[in-house]
T-cell receptor
């Protein structure tokens, strides 16, 4: 079974600074997807960034980028130029690339990292 | 707004009562998922529909839980004989076949007293 581990329950960053959130995962599959989701307080979860395992190039979305190390099964999120609106819970998630049988697209989440941004 | 909507947003019920939650996915999405999120934890998968067919159920989904998706549109999640351990946020998400991104609703927060 696949597992996702986020070892930092809480992180704090100064506004305009850079912060890195860690995530490791375990799987025996070779083809899968990894995601970072953001969950602001009392608001819905939204996708921040996505990485396909077959792609060697790290995904980037504006101020958000990932460091994907497939051999090490590591998938960290870097937030540059942090803004007050970045304060939220961040969840790392795994999804199998299989489209047959079970586990068709359901996400396996870590426990999350609560990010605070100091003005 | 054409996102995923869930109703109600909050529900307080007495132990032993039955509750039902509704999820309306994004209209063109044929995949629908239910997750449960307890305090301090990430969401945990409960069940999955492709169109009207329920294709997978987690072991977390005890026989007190039942989910339906008639006609492949909205979905309902019913919990019978609620217990205090059922207190959680219930999240619904939808996606289209071939698209890896799942869109989440705001969730239904259930409190069992």
């Amino acid at each position: 079974a696949q597992t996702v581990t986020q070892s930092q329950p809480e992180m704090s960053v100064q506004e305009a600074e850079t912060v890195t959130l860690s995530c490791t995962y375990d799987t025996s599959e070779s083809d899968y997807y990894l995601f970072w989701y953001k969950q602001p307080p009392s608001r819905q979860m939204i996708l921040v960034i996505r990485q396909e395992a077959y792609k060697q190039q790290n995904a980037t979305e504006n101020r958000f980028s990932v460091n994907f190390q497939k051999a090490a099964k590591s998938f960290s999120l870097k937030i540059s130029d942090s803004q007050l609106g970045d304060a939220a819970m961040y969840f790392c998630a795994y999804r199998s690339a299989r489209n047959y049988g079970g586990s068709q697209g359901n996400l396996i989440f870590g426990k999350g990292t609560k990010l605070s941004v100091k003005p | 707004d054409t996102g995923v909507s869930q109703d109600p947003r909050h529900k307080i019920t007495k132990r032993g009562q039955n509750v039902t939650f509704r999820c309306d996915p994004i209209s063109e999405h044929n995949r629908l998922y239910w997750y449960r999120q307890t305090l301090g934890q990430g969401p945990e998968f409960l069940t999955y529909f492709q169109n009207e067919a329920q294709l997978e159920k987690s072991r977390l989904l005890s026989d007190r839980f039942s989910a339906e998706r008639p006609k492949g549109s909205f979905s309902t999640l019913e919990i019978q004989r609620t217990e205090q351990g059922d207190s959680a946020m219930y999240l619904c998400a939808s996606s289209s076949y071939g698209n890896t991104e799942a869109f989440f609703g705001q969730g239904t927060r259930l409190t069992v007293v």
